[in-house]
Structures are given as structure tokens and as C-alpha cells.
């Protein structure tokens, strides 16, 4: 920033933005758990619309996207990022550690938070087959699933309906119908969010499971964390005013539309170079 009579004014790292991304929209039901939170952040968001679904392909490809749209973030100025997407966490968040040096919040699939939750002793996990096929996912089962039964259903294709805003379509309707009823057969009373499009699918799930079915969203615990992490390290900004919100994507047009439902206000949504 530039400020008078020509001296170059460098903005606190502390009142830089907070960077947070997914694959796709999906995000967004993280991100407005941060903006509840911590309302005086600027924030920027990516849908890596462009290269998604990552839940399908290797892990290397998904390091790969999310090194690539961490730097963009950086050279946005981020101090820190939110990776607001399961499968870039459970794959990437260790490389993205090790290549940058500003501070990394993931999100993972609530087991932990399941367990305390679960009367039947059966939790079911919905996530993408790259998560479930991860090494930090059965890492994650070995340390907190003791005592329950973990249940897991990849889901290809639900993302996709996220994006297309498909919340309650017959082909929606029928592929929940897939994954969510092998769990309850299986006596899951619990079922896990493991991938942040899902909760904007939680009504349909509710409505298919019926009432006495926990659900399990981590989006909040992660905006808990963003705030912990930011507040441990002195960058929480010093700013009083509301914080902006600015959207970029890798993808078409038609992510606008789509950021600006989930959102829940227009957006406006800028192309990544
Ligand atoms: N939203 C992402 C997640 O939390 C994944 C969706 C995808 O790209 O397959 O895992």
C-alpha cells in the first residue's frame, strides 16, 4: 500500500488476508463459519473449479492443485490458510507445511467428535474415496476409532450435485440413496460430513435418516481452531470495521452463481490467471 508523499506503507501481517480454498464450492460451509467468527477478517476464497473433483484422482495430483492455488493465496497477500476441503487436507496439508512457511488449518472427518455422539456404537463416515483412502484417514480411525465401529461410503458423483445445486434432485435423492442407507444397515446412528460439500446436503440427509440420526459437521470446530491458531500467533487483525469477502476461482462462469447460493448473497467471483 502507498501512502503519502510516496512512502511505501506495508500492511501488518496481521491485518493481511486469511486465505482459504477447496475444490470447489464446497468450502463455503466452512467459510461462513469463519466469517461468524472472526467478522473483522478479510478473507479470500478459491474454488479450484477448474481442476476439480480432487476426491477422485492421486493424491499427487491434488498436492500438486493445492501448492498451486497456496502460492496464488500468497502472492494475495495471505498470512495464513484454511484448507477447507477434507481430501486436500488428509493428502496435502503435510507437503503445504513443509513448502510454506505461514500457518496451515485443515479440516478432517469428525471421528473424534462421532464417538462422543454414537449410543449404537456405529458411526458412518460419507466422504470422497481419496479420503478414505488416505493414510491420515486410517491414521485418524487407528487414534480416535477405539471402541466404535467405524462404517465408511466413498461417494462419487455428490460433489458434483453440490456444484450443480442439486440438493434435491431424483439423481441426488438416488445416489444418497446409495451411500446413506448401507450405513444405516450396518446400525450407524452417527453419520460423518467428510467432505465440507456435504453440509449442504445435511436437510436431504436428515430427511432420508429421519430424526434420531446425529450428523456430524466439523466446520465450526474448524473455525474454532482458525481462531485459536491465528490468536496464539498475534494475527488476529487490528482492524474494527467488517472484514471483505473476494472470490476467485479457477473455473467458468458459472461458479458465480454458484459461490454467490451457497454464499447465500451475489458474489462476485474473479477469474485466476
Ligand atoms: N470438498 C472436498 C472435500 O472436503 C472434496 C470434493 C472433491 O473435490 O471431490 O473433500
Redesign the pocket.
Known amino acids: 500500500m502507498i501512502g503519502g508523499m510516496g512512502v511505501t506503507i506495508k500492511t501488518a501481517a496481521k491485518d493481511r488476508p486469511l486465505g482459504v480454498f ?3 464450492a ?2 463455503v460451509s466452512v467459510l461462513r463459519w469463519i466469517r461468524q467468527q472472526l467478522p473483522r477478517e478479510n478473507l479470500i476464497y478459491i474454488s479450484d473449479a477448474g481442476y ?5 484422482r492421486s493424491s499427487h495430483y491434488v498436492q500438486g492443485r493445492a501448492t498451486c492455488v497456496t502460492q496464488f493465496l500468497l502472492d494475495q497477500g495471505a498470512k495464513a490458510v484454511v484448507v477447507a ?3 486436500a487436507t488428509v493428502t496435502s496439508i503435510a507437503t503445504l507445511r513443509s513448502k510454506f512457511a505461514v500457518p496451515f488449518i485443515g ?1 478432517e472427518p469428525g471421528v473424534k467428535p462421532a464417538l462422543a455422539e454414537t449410543a449404537s456404537g456405529v458411526v458412518g463416515v460419507l ?2 474415496t481419496e ?1 478414505l483412502k488416505s493414510p491420515a484417514f486410517h491414521n485418524l480411525i487407528h487414534r480416535f476409532g477405539k471402541g466404535v465401529r467405524v462404517e465408511v461410503q466413498g461417494c462419487p458423483g455428490l ?1 458434483e450435485q453440490v456444484e450443480a445445486l442439486a440438493f434435491s434432485t431424483p439423481k441426488t435423492r438416488d445416489l444418497m440413496d446409495r451411500y446413506l442407507f448401507p450405513l444405516l444397515e450396518k446400525g450407524a446412528d452417527t453419520i460423518v460430513l467428510g ?3 456435504y453440509p449442504f446436503l445435511a436437510p436431504l440427509i436428515r430427511e432420508m435418516a429421519g430424526e434420531g440420526i446425529r450428523i456430524i459437521d466439523t466446520g465450526e470446530a474448524v473455525s474454532r481452531q482458525v481462531c485459536r491458531a491465528l490468536t496464539t500467533r498475534d494475527l488476529l487483525t487490528g482492524r474494527t470495521e467488517p472484514g471483505a469477502v473476494t472470490f476467485w476461482t479457477s473455473g467458468s462462469r458459472g461458479v458465480q452463481t454458484v459461490l454467490s447460493c451457497l454464499w447465500g448473497e451475489p458474489v462476485t467471483v474473479a477469474q485466476m490467471p
Open positions: 477447496d475444490s470447489g464446497g468450502g476439480a473433483p480432487y476426491g477422485n476441503c477434507n481430501t479440516i466422504a470422497t479420503t460433489m467432505c465440507t460439500h
